[in-house]
């Protein structure tokens, strides 16, 4: 998981709650992505940072909101109005095209 | 918008026996083809890459091939061994955007 860190690896909340996803690296990469994968489904894009204090939409933005304050932290907070968040949540960091990938966080909304 | 199509969606092989995992791109200026290797409830693991001036690369028992006349490069796995059952992603890097397009995966299923 090459120094990428995501926690906590499962959480649990109530259907109409905020939540914020963590993810850390330590290996100086300027760009940071949030993906969502589903059961047996690809990668879906949500947001991306190529630099601090700025961040692009991805393919599935809607219900999601993120934050570039520092160069190694790229929180993911997943909104009330995210109608289908239970789901595998994955970062990553690239730098020169290759990207890297934490463990995952396993996001279930009851 | 950039799209890569990965073949098969499954594929199943004896122990052994050689796998072949093929994707197709749609950019011509695409110059850079990561694959991944995702095992059940992990990150996806970047296995092998290869960039554009490049028609083959090689590690240990992986290698990639590109053909970008007609945009496809391939994955192939030689002495497949049980370890290797986990999900396969090809991707395309859009320098514009700095970021990835995935294949839809393939499960690769190695039978002892």
């Known amino acids: 998981d090459g120094g990428i860190t995501q926690s906590p690896k499962y959480l649990f909340r109530k259907e109409g709650q905020n939540v914020t996803l963590s993810c850390e690296q330590n290996?100086?990469?300027?760009?940071m992505y949030w993906y969502r994968q589903d059961p047996g489904q690809g990668l879906r894009l949500i947001y991306y940072?190529?630099?601090?204090?700025?961040?692009q939409k991805g393919d599935i933005a809607e219900g999601y909101s993120v934050s570039r304050e520092k160069k190694e932290s790229f929180p993911l907070t997943v909104t009330s109005a995210q109608k289908n968040p239970t789901a595998f949540y994955l970062c990553?960091?690239?730098?020169?095209?290759?990207?890297?990938f934490g463990p995952g966080t396993r996001l279930t909304v009851t | 918008g950039e799209n890569v199509e990965q073949h098969p969606s499954t594929l199943s092989v004896q122990e052994g026996d050689s796998a072949v995992i093929k994707c197709t791109y749609s950019d011509s200026a695409s110059n850079y083809f990561p694959w991944y290797k995702q095992e059940l409830g992990k990150g996806p693991q970047l296995i092998i890459d290869?960039?554009?001036?490049?028609g083959e690369k090689k590690d240990q028992r992986i290698a990639v091939t590109l053909n970008k006349t007609a945009k496809h490069f391939s994955l192939h796995i030689t002495e497949t061994q049980p370890e290797d059952s986990a999900v396969y992603f090809c991707a395309d890097f859009m320098e514009y955007g700095n970021k990835l397009v995935f294949g839809a995966g393939t499960i690769l299923r190695v039978k002892s």
């Open positions: 940072s190529q630099i601090v204090n700025d961040f």
């Open positions: 290869i960039r554009s001036n490049v």
């Open positions: 290996l100086n990469h300027d760009a």
């Open positions: 990553a960091s690239s730098i020169q095209g290759k990207q890297y």
